[in-house]
């Protein structure tokens, strides 16, 4: 399964344009600040709607324009991880973690609490509050909680720039494994090229 992306969308007073074209593995956007990675992130989720195009993943149409299919976020199937973490500050971790396994259907989980923990090493994590975790552990906190959503495609917004060196390596090797292990496609943001290239097997940059 892979991305398959076409679309433009207006910001103001320009448009973003990208095409992406189907490749295994992951797939990088990569350019400067402002420059409009994280719009294409929305556009693929469905928070934000474009004016042209389709976004599909493997066989399933989220978004064409031209055949008037707009899916809404919750059915696209597309586990958003973040570069903050934004996990629900008022949930434990495992509470944050079973959120959206607990509305996904059955059908589309692929994962579960034991095994995600185990994967990402948060098994000591499950009953503590979210708001005393540090940088790294709530980003391992939301990429499980993106697995657990039993997701077709995992989006990631700079989910290392929070974080120093030591754990930047951590979260890197997680990331490698859910693209090798998991061969889940990836749509990945960052401006850090060495993070591209350690990554992605397909680079798009936006300019
Ligand atoms: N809600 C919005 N309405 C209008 N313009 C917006 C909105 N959100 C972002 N923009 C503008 O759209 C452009 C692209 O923003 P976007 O956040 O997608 O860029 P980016 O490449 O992800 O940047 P960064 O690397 O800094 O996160 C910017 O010029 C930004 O100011």
Redesign the pocket.
Known sequence: MSFDIDLSVP??R?T?SVRIAPAAGITALF?P???????VLDAVAGLVRPTSGHVRIGEATLFDAAAGIALPPEKRGCGYVFQDGRLFPHKSVRNNLLYGWNLVPEDRRFINLGEATEFLGIGALLDRSVRHLSGGEAQRVAIGRALLSGPRALLMD?PLSSLDADRRDGILRVIERIRDDLALPILY?S?DRAEVDRLASQVVE?S
């Open positions: 910001r103001g320009r973003i350019g600040s402002g420059i409009g990675k994280t719009t700079e943001v401006h936006l």
